[in-house]
């Protein structure tokens, strides 16, 4: 049985720093994308950062780029994200998901993404 099991969610002040978790069971995504999504108060879940272990990939929405990192440590079958200079547009909660199969629409809740943790929430004071 597959599962994603997020951790590392909080609140914290504006300006500061989180670092996501999302530890893997039941299979390796070496191959694949691993991504984290969030869901924003009133909005629809938006990407935020995919990592693809082999070929090295790492893409960035434009909203978190040059402020969050998204890692991978493949031993142990665990996906990071680590969130600097936190804004309180950034208040979320954060999805951890992995593809079945491999393609390359990282982007996209349904570029293969079948598989998705419970969600851990962010939330930004001002």
């Known amino acids: 049985q597959v599962q994603l099991v997020e951790s590392g969610g909080g609140l914290v002040q504006a300006g500061g720093s989180l670092r996501l978790s999302c530890a893997a069971s039941?299979?390796?995504?070496?191959?694949?994308?691993m991504a984290w999504f969030r869901r924003a108060p009133g909005k629809e879940r938006e990407f935020v950062a995919a990592?693809?272990?082999?070929?090295?990939?790492?893409y960035y929405a434009d909203s978190v780029k040059g402020r969050f990192t998204i890692s991978r440590d493949n031993a142990k079958n665990t996906l990071y994200l680590q969130m600097n200079n936190l804004k309180p547009e950034d208040t979320a909660v954060y999805y951890c998901?992995?593809?079945?199969?491999?393609?390359?629409?990282?982007?996209?809740?349904?570029?293969?993404?079948?598989?998705w943790g419970q969600g851990t929430q962010v939330t930004v004071s001002s």
């Open positions: 990592n693809r272990w082999i070929g090295g990939s790492t």
């Open positions: 998901a992995a593809q079945k199969y491999y393609s390359g629409i990282y982007y996209s809740a349904t570029g293969g993404y079948d598989y």
């Open positions: 039941g299979r390796t995504f070496s191959s694949q994308y």
